[in-house]
């Protein structure tokens, strides 16, 4: 047994003795018999090794003590420490009976020296006789290492300082013929093959740096790499035409530098304090040759090596801006007139509402065409179309900028006023001097595609103050109106009334009685003689 496995054996040792006392002083302890725990302390003591014996209970108070008495020891405490250089000693947590209930614990101080004492007692005479054949053994071992391993070894290393790329390994003809199976040989082999993998591997490194050069220069967009102190190291074609600078002026440039301007100075103190592996975004505009360029930035940080580095992918939104603002005026606009939709008008009288101040009014106007569908129907949709442009381009110079002109279906539109000076009356003279104008307007005659045609407006107004439910409440007010200008006769105006509500909920109760008796055959039909002036 060698000194480095004595205190493994040790703690076994005196484990197994712990074992025996565990469950009666587990016993002790669970009946407070301090009498038997302390017999059964001074009962290790029996053991030469052991020089003290403690047990504390569940609280680490001493429950229990016992000392052996002192003994001169025949060897010194500095040779001790040398053999044996932990301190030694066992403990165990103390529980009742099988349940994991902790009573306290036990803790056996060891005599080092005794327990030194017995190791050299024992182990003196083997030790010699182990040293001596140790020694024998070394010496037959290195002969036979050196001729074995250490000499071929050395003419392998010299063969490998010496590897030629093409052919790899080249070793003298006797290691060959000694060393052909063995494992010299198949490390020489082994060398061989890995030599050849390296050689493909760099050239497939070689080929990948290439098309990463590639990739990286033939790219659409515009890619700049940074290093830690944010200075440019690399710049693709796709950057210069962006950043409007060739690559020489560039590269080792700062980030500030590019095309001046606040942005890449903010943008650069933010970078510094972006975290690694995060990404962010950022918006600019770049100028190049006299236009202004939208451009989106995603950032990455990232470490190689042990080195900080930044990219910045950069991308031209000139179409993506475009494609946006084709959709917002699809989405918004109507396609035939230019003019806001139903959407935005809509859009627009709710801010209206919302932002309404106390006392305030503005005024919804829908106006409708009379006998459109007439002339659709007669002459076709191209000239329909171009008479609802030729309307609309007469009616646009009488809107003021802060009115809304949208057309929210066939030949219905809508001008929406957020606010209206004068009185929430019908003789509001702005309103009526802007409804009798536009009036006037429409019947002028309008000559489209060879076509003299006369056509006439009629317009409902509503007017709000923000406490209104919803827009369509006051949409639905004006359009109530409208059908009272329509049953006056037509190109003329009327603002909607109270007392109109009754008339236009009578008016939708029987629509929806006349869907109804239509749906479940409710209609008779009686035929009525006809007579002419002779009977």
Not at 52 to 66: I, K, L, P, R
Not at 295 to 316: F, P
Not at 423 to 435: A, L, W
Not at 471 to 478: E, G, H
Request: hydrophobic share 40%; charged share 20%; net charge negative.
């Amino acid at each position: 047994q060698t000194l480095q496995q004595e205190p493994y054996r040790i703690q076994k040792e005196f484990n197994d003795i712990l074992s025996i006392v565990e469950r009666p002083l587990s016993q002790a302890l669970f009946r407070l018999d301090t009498t038997f725990a302390q017999q059964q302390a001074e009962s290790l003591l029996y053991n030469p090794a052991i020089q003290q014996a403690t047990v504390f209970d569940e609280n680490g108070q001493v429950f229990a003590q016992a000392k052996a008495p002192s003994i001169a020891p025949s060897i010194s405490n500095n040779v001790a420490g040398w053999l044996l250089a932990e301190q030694l000693s066992v403990s165990r947590q103390l529980n009742f009976s099988e349940i994991e209930f902790p009573l306290g614990s036990i803790l056996l101080e060891l005599d080092r020296r005794y327990l030194v004492e017995q190791i050299i007692s024992v182990n003196t005479q083997l030790f010699a006789q182990n040293l001596v054949k140790d020694i024998l053994l070394a010496l037959l071992l290195s002969f036979l290492f050196y001729a074995i391993v250490t000499r071929p070894v050395k003419q392998l290393t010299w063969s490998l300082a010496r590897v030629d790329e093409a052919n790899g390994v080249s070793v003298p003809g006797s290691f060959n013929a000694m060393h052909r199976n063995d494992e010299l040989g198949r490390l020489k082999n082994t060398f061989n093959e890995l030599w050849l993998r390296l050689t493909k591997a760099l050239d497939a490194l070689d080929r990948s740096h290439q098309h990463s050069k590639a990739m990286i220069t033939h790219a659409a967009d515009g890619i700049v790499v940074l290093n830690h102190s944010l200075h440019i190291q690399v710049v693709n074609g796709a950057a210069e035409k962006l950043l409007h600078k060739t690559a020489e002026e560039l590269t080792s440039a700062p980030l500030a530098s590019i095309q001046g301007g606040s942005f890449w100075t903010s943008l650069q103190s933010s970078l510094k304090d972006l975290p690694v592996d995060q990404v962010m975004t950022a918006e600019t505009t770049l100028s190049n040759q006299q236009k202004l360029v939208p451009v989106e930035i995603r950032i990455s940080k990232y470490e190689v090596q042990g080195e900080t580095e930044l990219v910045l992918l950069m991308r031209d939104l000139s179409e993506r801006k475009e494609a946006q603002q084709r959709i917002n005026r699809l989405s918004f606009y109507d396609s035939l007139t230019r003019l806001p939709n139903r959407t935005l008008m809509t859009d627009h009288l709710q801010k209206s509402m919302d932002d309404m101040k106390p006392g305030g009014f503005g005024a919804l106007i829908i106006l409708d065409l009379d006998r459109f569908k007439t002339i659709n129907d007669a002459l076709g949709h191209n000239v329909g179309d171009q008479l609802l442009i030729e309307v609309v381009n007469g009616i646009m110079p009488l809107v003021s900028p802060n009115t809304t002109f949208a057309r929210v279906g066939g030949d219905e539109f809508v001008f929406l006023w957020g606010c209206v000076r004068g009185d929430m009356e019908e003789s509001n003279v702005s309103i009526n001097h802007f409804i009798q104008k536009v009036l006037l307007e429409c019947s002028k005659p309008k000559h489209v595609e060879g076509h003299d045609l006369h056509v006439t407006a009629s317009m409902g107004i509503s007017f709000f103050d923000g406490s209104e439910e919803s827009t369509a409440t006051i949409l639905r007010q004006a359009d109530t109106a409208l059908y009272k200008a329509k049953e006056q006769g037509r190109n003329t105006f009327a603002f909607f009334q109270d007392d109109m509500k009754s008339l236009s909920d009578a008016r939708l109760q029987m629509e929806k009685s006349l869907h109804r008796a239509l749906k479940e055959d409710e209609f008779e039909v009686y035929y009525q003689p006809q007579n002419n002036d002779k009977g």
